[in-house]
């Protein structure tokens, strides 16, 4: 048993610290402030995000932090929330959802996944969640690659990627279906750790 072949065993971190954001891993008796969060900002996600076309109940965000907890801690999915950061250093107010998505353990391959709540948007806690994220799978997780991907539509999410240091690979055209059901075409941009052969 090792590591390598058991991600369970893999540490990882359920605090990471900006210097204006904490991101904190998932935790049970989130869900109603989740939820709120979630409700409040539904307008600004809606055309980007397939979960979030209705609002949530306290309840079914509290399923879905449990859920979010359990990948976490079997090293699935990395989700983290992302709070402001106090004078005090301690976590404030909850603005929106990231995290280390579509982990591949034996590549170290990984995808940043964001949203802020539109009151918090075009402050800079969202590039500053991606340069957290991306210290961790590089430093800590020995990431070979790292990737986001959004909609080529998407212009305030490619801005995130391009001002982070990311380089677009490639525009997978029709790759998707949108939320409107139409198809998408979708960026793939992405940072490695060494260059390529
Ligand atoms: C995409 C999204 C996450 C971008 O959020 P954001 O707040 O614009 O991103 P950033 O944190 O990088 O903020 C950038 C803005 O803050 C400003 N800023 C202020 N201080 C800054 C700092 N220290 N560092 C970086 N930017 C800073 C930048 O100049 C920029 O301003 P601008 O919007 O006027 O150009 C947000 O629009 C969102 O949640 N959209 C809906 C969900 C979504 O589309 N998610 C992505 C799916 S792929």
Do not use: K
Not at 53 to 67: G, M
Request: net charge positive; hydrophobic share 40%; glycine share 8%.
């Amino acid at each position: 048993m090792n590591a390598a072949t058991d991600p369970p065993l893999i540490d990882v971190p359920e605090r990471l610290d900006g210097e204006r954001t904490v991101l904190l891993a998932p935790r049970t008796g989130s869900g109603a402030e989740m939820a709120l969060v979630i409700t409040q900002s539904l307008s600004h996600l809606r055309p980007w995000m397939p979960w979030a076309q209705d609002a949530p109940t306290a309840e079914s965000s509290e399923l879905v932090v449990r859920r979010m907890q359990a990948d976490f801690i079997a090293r699935r999915d990395l989700c983290f929330h992302i709070h402001a950061r106090r004078a005090d250093g301690s976590a404030g107010r909850l603005l929106g959802g990231t995290g280390l998505h579509r982990i591949d353990w034996a590549v170290r391959r990984f995808e940043i996944g964001y949203w802020i709540r539109p009151d918090a948007a075009g402050q800079g806690h969202v590039s500053e969640t991606v340069r957290l994220l991306s210290t961790l799978a590089f430093d800590l997780l020995a990431a070979r690659r790292v990737e986001i991907r959004c909609d080529r539509r998407n212009n305030r999410s490619r801005a995130v990627a391009e001002r982070c240091g990311f380089e677009l690979e490639g525009i997978l055209r029709n790759n998707v279906l949108g939320v409107d059901g139409h198809p998408r075409d979708t960026c793939v941009y992405s940072r490695v750790n060494a260059p390529v052969a």
